[in-house]
T-cell receptor
Framework: QQQVKQSPQSLIVQKGGISIINCAYENTAFDYFPWYQQFPGKGPALLIA?????SEKKEGRFTISFNKSAKQFSLHIMDSQPGDSATYFC???????????FGKGTSLLVTP | ETGVTQTPRHLVMGMTNKKSLKCEQH?????MYWYKQSAKKPLELMFV???????ENNSVPSRFSPECPNSSHLFLHLHTLQPEDSALYLC??????????????FGSGTQLSVL
């Protein structure tokens, strides 16, 4: 049973546009929601993470929006750049001591 | 470079072969993990070691055998694999004195093909 559902599977955005990737979860015990970025030939790397006590977290051009009542969270990439082209994974866990449950990933292509 | 090194980068093996994947972390972390990454599937946690002791085994078939001789090294021994085991195998580590998933540092993975 997939614990975290991620959409879309792939996304094409023009340079300068906003990329939006969505994730949904069912387990209300989840309290840690990271996003990982993976470039071809590399392992995933932590990009940004949020806890449910806030509704939004911003780091540079990357923002996580969190909707606890809807059990959804999303990654927004503002002013998307070709260098942002990568696969993005959302994940969720019940916190320290518990394994991360990953989404299936979104392949993002930012065109020049 | 994340400080987690995996070798080999690519491996092709027959179903009757025995091979091993190696992972080394240079970050002083105490927890190490094996993940399996298959196309269009979520990353699957296979094994977790915390202070060299296996703390999690996610119902992985016995043809995969992990070994953690110290907190810096992790191996995955492979034998009599099936073609469906072909995937990218990722090693990761995390800081802390217990299983802490707050920030995983992944290696670049070993791309395994089973013929």
């Amino acid at each position: 049973q997939q614990q975290v559902k991620q959409s879309p599977q792939s996304l094409i955005v023009q340079k300068g546009g906003i990329s939006i990737i969505n994730c949904a979860y069912e387990n209300t015990a989840f309290d840690y929601f990271p996003w990982y970025q993976q470039f071809p030939g590399k392992g995933p790397a932590l990009l940004i993470a949020i806890r449910p006590d806030v509704s939004e977290k911003k780091e540079g051009r990357f923002t996580i929006s969190f909707n606890k009542s809807a059990k959804q969270f999303s990654l927004h990439i503002m002013d998307s750049q070709p260098g942002d082209s990568a696969t993005y994974f959302c994940a969720a866990s019940k916190g320290s001591g518990y394994a991360l449950n990953f989404g299936k990933g979104t392949s993002l292509l930012v065109t020049p | 470079e994340t400080g987690v090194t995996q070798t080999p980068r690519h491996l092709v093996m027959g179903m009757t072969n025995k091979k091993s994947l190696k992972c080394e972390q240079h970050l002083g972390h105490n927890a190490m993990y094996w993940y399996k990454q298959s196309a269009k599937k979520p990353l699957e946690l296979m094994f977790v070691y915390n202070f060299k002791e296996q703390t999690e085994n996610n119902s992985v078939p016995s043809r995969f055998s992990p070994e953690c001789p110290n907190s810096s090294h992790l191996f995955l021994h492979l034998h009599t694999l099936q073609p469906e085991d072909s995937a990218l195998y990722l090693c990761a580590s995390s800081p802390g004195d217990r299983l802490t998933n707050e920030k995983l540092f992944f290696g670049s993975g070993t791309q395994l093909s089973v013929l």
